[in-house]
């Protein structure tokens, strides 16, 4: 299993990112896929997450503003990242794990059981 998160970068506050997540060594559609991210000082935290039936969840913070997709025959996953603040900058990262997801755990890091590579996204004037 692999996962490379790609898409990072400078950008000014309410401009946007798409944010990608390559997947190998499983399907997306068996699989749910995450996003967290994470800020220096802060613990990781989770973003968005699809679900293996396609179904989307947004933390609070992103809702109306991100917006997680798939392409199942790329077998990568997108975070479209638009409104972005200051707050927002932080170190993003994809995830994936073979149990089943639940809305009681999905924002749990703990739970996650493979990651990929962090891409830094730093939202500043």
């Known amino acids: 299993v692999q996962l490379q998160a790609s898409g990072g970068g400078l950008v000014q506050p309410g401009g946007s990112l798409r944010l990608s997540c390559a997947a190998s060594?499983?399907?997306?559609?068996?699989?749910?896929v995450g996003w967290f991210c994470q800020a220096p000082g802060k613990e990781r935290e989770g973003v968005s997450c699809?679900?293996?039936?396609?179904?989307?969840y947004y933390t609070n913070s992103v809702k109306g503003r991100f917006t997680i997709s798939r392409d199942l025959s790329k077998r990568t996953v997108y975070l479209q990242m638009d409104g972005l603040k200051p707050e927002d900058t932080a170190n993003y990262y994809c995830?994936?794990?073979?149990?089943?997801?639940?809305?009681?755990?999905?924002?749990?890091?703990?739970?996650?059981?493979?990651w990929g590579r962090g891409t830094l996204v730093t939202v500043s004037s």
């Open positions: 699809i679900l293996s039936d396609g179904s989307t």
């Open positions: 995830a994936t794990d073979f149990e089943p997801v639940t809305k009681a755990t999905m924002w749990n890091s703990w739970r996650w059981d493979y």
């Open positions: 060594g499983f399907a997306l559609d068996y699989f749910p």
